[in-house]
């Protein structure tokens, strides 16, 4: 469950940094750069994480 916890706070981590570096690239001028940083930005946010289950067998009478 903790690597859950670790690999969801790295995700947002690195989408703020991507974020704010775009922001930064684009007020400076450089387009493709910022471009780049929010759809890197983008990829962070909306890929899925798999939260871990254990399975459950249950047994119903006949």
């Known amino acids: 469950m903790w690597t859950f916890f670790l690999w969801t706070f790295?995700?947002?981590?690195?989408?703020?940094?991507?974020?704010?570096?775009?922001?930064?690239?684009?007020r400076s001028r450089k387009y493709i750069s910022g471009v780049i940083?929010?759809?890197?930005?983008v990829v962070f946010?909306?890929?899925p994480t798999q939260v871990t289950t254990q399975p459950v067998k249950i047994d119903l009478p006949a």
């Open 45 to 47: 946010l909306l890929t």
């Open 10 to 26: 790295a995700a947002f981590a690195a989408a703020i940094y991507c974020l704010t570096k775009a922001v930064i690239d684009l």
């Open 37 to 41: 940083g929010l759809a890197s930005a």
